[in-house]
């Protein structure tokens, strides 16, 4: 077995120390930690997944595989950060009210930071309230809002709303994202910026900070 076959394996298993030593090889044997993040610790989460959506694994079995993923991503965070960490602009993330899923905003915070962006990192279960507050106290560029459950992503809705109702929306841009939102929803909830991988929010973001584009 590879390498990043090995942190794939370890990670269906939810073993975070083997996951931890195996990420640590790859990197010693120069693998570009971006590699490792999509072929070995995504492809290891998208197998669960695939299991899950077909009952051959539930959700502790889930719930061990994430917290290896997370591990696995603290470890290369440092390795895919930009090296000149000057702040091109705020970008505040989170996942909404009633989700806890955090693996994708975990990883669009680590993309958004590799671009030199500063992230205020909310956590998951974040209210309306709570992300505007967080934009107003850090002057934040763009709002990044995360969701996993179709029931979850209506509080997208009420994030946009509560923006539009404090008369904020010129100061900061909506982003929304998640696997089960798509630019339609965007449109029809009024939302800025749809972008279905954190690689391309990250570059999207990038570009709204630095150059302007909206
Ligand atoms: C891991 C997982 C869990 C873990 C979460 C642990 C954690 N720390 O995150 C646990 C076990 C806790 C869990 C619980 C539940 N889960 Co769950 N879970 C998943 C699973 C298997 C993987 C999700 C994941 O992390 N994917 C990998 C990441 C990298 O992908 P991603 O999040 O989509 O992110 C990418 C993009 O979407 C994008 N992105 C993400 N966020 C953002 C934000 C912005 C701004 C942008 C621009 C882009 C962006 O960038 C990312 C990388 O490129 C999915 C299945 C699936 N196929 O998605 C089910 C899934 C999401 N879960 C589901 C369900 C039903 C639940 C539970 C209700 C189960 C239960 N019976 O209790 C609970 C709900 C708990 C809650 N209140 O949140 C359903 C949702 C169905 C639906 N349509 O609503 C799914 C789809 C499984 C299924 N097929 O039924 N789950």
Redesign the pocket.
């Known amino acids: 077995m590879t390498t990043l076959e090995r942190i794939s394996d370890y990670l269906q298993k939810g073993r975070s120390a083997k996951v931890k030593e195996a990420v640590e090889q790859a990197l010693e044997e120069n693998i570009p930690p971006r590699v490792i993040m999509d072929k070995g610790l ?1 492809d290891g ?1 998208r197998i ?2 695939e299991k ?2 077909i009952d051959e694994v539930f ?1 502790p079995q ?2 061990v ?2 917290r290896a993923i ?1 591990t696995g991503l603290q470890i290369l965070r440092p390795f895919l950060l930009a090296e000149d960490q000057v702040s091109a602009g705020v970008v505040i ?1 989170g996942t909404v009210k ?8 975990n ?2 915070h680590i993309m958004m930071e590799s671009k030199g962006l500063k992230v205020i990192d909310l956590g998951v279960d974040v209210s309306a309230e709570q992300y505007f507050n967080a934009a107003v106290e850090n002057n934040a560029d763009i709002v ?3 969701a ?5 992503m209506e509080e997208m809705r009420h994030v946009v709303a509560l923006f539009n109702e404090k008369n904020y929306r010129k100061k900061v841009k909506i ?7 798509s630019q339609r929803f965007c449109d029809h909830i009024g939302a800025d ?7 391309e ?1 990250a570059m999207t973001a990038y570009d709204i900070c630095v150059k302007g584009v909206s």
């Open positions: 995504l989460m669960v997944a899950f959506k959700v889930v719930l595989a994430s997370n993330v009633g989700d806890m899923h955090d693996i994708g905003k990883i669009v990044c809002c995360s996993l459950l179709t029931a979850t982003m929304i994202g998640g696997a089960p939102v910026i749809y972008t279905d991988d954190a690689v929010a």
